[in-house]
């Protein structure tokens, strides 16, 4: 059992932060709203005043923030983790950020002797909550294997994908196929409906055929082929359109910086900020058949 | 067994007659190609001068040809099957075109007694050779079941997507996601190689995550992790660039005609037309990732 710091109790923090007080971690955590300290609190863990207390003397930091400035900020900021850890800390960014930034705090701390590895996530706030993320996971081998235990007992699988950013990079490519493959399957429904070719007819032949993609066949957009999916329930989340846009924008970040085409990317993020603009950032992402399609 | 006229014997309609043929069927065959004629000879068919003398007194008449124009040419112009067809004969339009061709003559075909499929296939090339397509078929109920028999001899599954114009809204909607789909892989696997993410290692985690899709896990657009994928035969077809442009637009143009949007499939559209401008319509459509990507 380790000695945990963990900075950044929203909706996902919160839930991993209980699992780790849960698995017999000793949890010290630190956010800025008090509600959230007062959940941890109530989940078993300690909690610090300020990110410096959270950092000192701690085996290995958890850091769960919204984008890269925040992320920066809490590492290589005055009163940082950076300022205030022992050697020897293994830091565990499980944000979702852009990779030029992980990439550059990830040096900063290995300029200070340490290893900070990038792992964010997939699975979202159900996932968070029962402990079953993915993590994809960006550094050299030997943090991830020390980092596994900690990880493991946040979710299920623990991917290394490669050295530092390569856990950034991964998430943002799957959810940029997860996007096009989304928006895609909602423009096929959306013609079938027009053309009179039954919703249940496309699926069965499209889920058996080179049009198969999980966006179809575990996440169908529009209601009764898949019954646990979100179109069933009017697009209660899930994983929110707001949260999809969030990747999409990453991912063009990724493509220009790598100098890298996206051009559907791009139209996708086109399309997910038009749908969060319409007032659907808080619907799951696939409601955006409401947009491309016509959803029930 | 049946006797058979079947029009059009190019890279696909030739095989299919040559199977009709091998499977008992007595087969009349007709192209404008004296070269196809021979070759549906040296395949058992008896062949025919003209297009009415192919459909005089058949009980089914069978058509591959290119677009809406040839068809419409065919079945309605002047010395076309309308005009010779007996009472009674099915007819089974196995050309991939346009939703609203299809359903105008089947329409017309019905004003003079006769049942009309649409039945575009899958498959490819290689499916018609060895007798696996899968149709997609638009008509009533009945007249699919009258056909059945016919078309199973020419491939490994008969789907009733629905009343006429489903089997090309079928086609259509399926091969749209797939090229949406197959792009949005390219553009990850692009980022990625610029990145320094591992292709086999990008392919690892997507493949078992929300990313998923058969364009990924069955044709990977990358030599490597898919063995028998176009990618590792320099994209030697498979499917064609230039047959995915074909149903793109025709997936665009359904869309327009029925008022449904498609800005990815729009998009798909305009991409596969620059990668044919390039040269590259004759390589396997997945060879997109030459364009999008890097390829080998």
């Not at 300690?46 to 992320?71: D, I, Q």
């Not at 198969?212 to 082929?225: I, K, N, R």
């Not at 646990?228 to 209660?236: G, T």
Request: charged share 15%.
């Amino acid at each position: 059992m380790a000695d945990i710091g963990f900075i950044g109790l929203g909706n996902m923090g919160g839930p991993m932060a209980a699992n780790l007080a849960k698995a017999g971690h000793a949890v010290t955590a630190f956010d800025i709203s008090a509600e959230a300290l007062e959940s941890a609190r109530e989940a078993g863990a300690s909690t610090a005043k300020t990110v410096a207390e959270t950092a000192a003397g701690r085996e290995v930091v958890v850091t769960m923030l919204p984008a890269g400035a925040e992320v920066s900020e809490v590492y290589r900021g005055e009163g940082g983790v950076l300022s205030a850890a022992a050697p020897g800390t293994l830091f565990i960014d499980c944000s979702t950020i852009d990779v030029d930034t992980a990439r550059a705090v990830a040096a900063t701390a290995a300029e200070g002797g340490w290893a900070l590895l990038d792992a964010p996530v997939s699975g979202g706030v159900a996932g968070a909550a029962a402990g079953t993320l993915t993590f994809m996971v960006g550094g050299e081998a030997e943090a991830v294997e020390r980092g596994r235990t900690v990880l493991g007992d946040m979710g299920k699988a623990v991917i290394h994908a490669g050295a530092s950013g390569a856990g950034q990079t991964a998430k943002v490519c799957n959810n940029l196929i997860l996007a096009v493959s989304m928006i895609g399957v909602c423009e096929a429904f959306g013609m079938a409906d027009r053309l009179g070719l039954e919703r249940q007819t496309l699926f069965d032949i499209v889920s058996k055929a080179t049009g198969q993609c999980w966006a179809l066949t575990s996440y169908c957009p529009v209601p009764g082929p898949v019954p646990n999916a979100p179109s069933n329930r009017d697009y209660a989340p899930g994983f929110t359109a707001a949260m999809m846009l969030k990747d999409l924008r990453l991912a063009q970040s990724a493509a220009a910086s790598a100098g890298a085409a996206s051009p559907l990317g791009a139209e996708a993020a086109a399309l997910y900020t038009l749908f969060c603009n319409a007032g659907f950032g808080a619907d799951d992402f696939s409601g955006i058949m409401k947009m491309i399609g016509q959803g029930d």
